[in-house]
């Protein structure tokens, strides 16, 4: 299998606040993750890859001190969105690369996202 | 940059009939993936199906098949036999480079009974 896990799946937080976004591999090792951002009825806009033991790699007009993404193990990185604005508001969700006998496999295995919503 | 490009934003099909989702997109490398998603609406991304751009012949998943037409950057789903449980978004992917997947717009479908 490959199963990816998100926690929260929902959230609210107050306007100011950070909000720290857990994405797991349950049954697999992930050297690489992914984070993607959503608004209604859109598509998933990249934010992120998140390396294992190094800094992530941020797309262009990403904030970096804003969304600081962290991928401290080969199942588990994290999401933290600091000080949290109603514009965050958001459905973010993060996705794994599958290392299988040593490479990397081309798909990607989609957590079920979580639903962010700052007042 | 590569651009993923999915021209019907909505569809429609009838239950147990037959509906392509178009998709093209723009690229200069050789080797590539190209992948359908559905995301129903629980949101939860699901691997539809997936392509090679090396591989000639079209994948194919059950109900689920490609058409790949590598010299036109196409790459369409055609859903056979359609059930209520196709309802969803389907995004078109391509992936070039390791770490590099970008999507369409989507194309909400809608099965009607």
């Known amino acids: 299998g490959a199963v990816v896990s998100q926690h929260p799946s929902r959230v609210i937080c107050k306007s100011g606040t950070s909000v720290k976004i857990e994405c797991r591999s349950l049954d697999f090792q992930a050297t690489t993750m992914f984070w993607y951002r959503q608004f209604p009825k859109q598509s998933l806009m990249l934010m992120a890859t998140s390396n294992e033991g190094s800094k992530a790699t941020y797309e262009q007009g990403v904030e970096k001190d804003k969304f600081l993404i962290n991928h401290a193990s080969l199942t588990l990185s994290t999401l933290t969105v600091t000080s949290a604005h109603p514009e965050d508001s958001s459905f973010y969700i993060c996705?794994?690369?599958?290392?299988?006998?040593?490479?990397?496999?081309?798909?990607?295995?989609f957590g079920p996202g979580t639903r962010l919503t700052v007042l | 940059a590569q651009t993923v490009t999915q021209s019907q934003p909505e569809m429609s099909v009838q239950e147990a009939e037959t509906v392509t989702l178009s998709c093209t997109y723009d690229t200069s490398e050789n080797n590539y993936y190209l992948f359908w998603y559905k995301q129903p609406p629980s949101r939860q991304m699901i691997l539809v199906i997936r392509?090679?751009?090396?591989?000639?012949q079209n994948a194919t998943e059950n109900r689920f098949s490609v058409n790949f037409q590598k010299a036109a950057k196409s790459f369409s789903l055609k859903i056979s036999d359609s059930q209520l449980g196709d309802t969803a978004m389907y995004f078109c992917?391509?992936?070039?480079?390791?770490?590099?997947?970008?999507f369409g717009a989507g194309t909400r479908l809608t099965v009607k009974p």
């Open positions: 992917a391509f992936m070039g480079g390791p770490n590099d997947m970008r």
């Open positions: 392509q090679e751009a090396y591989k000639q």
């Open positions: 996705s794994a690369r599958k290392l299988s006998g040593g490479v990397l496999t081309d798909t990607q295995y």
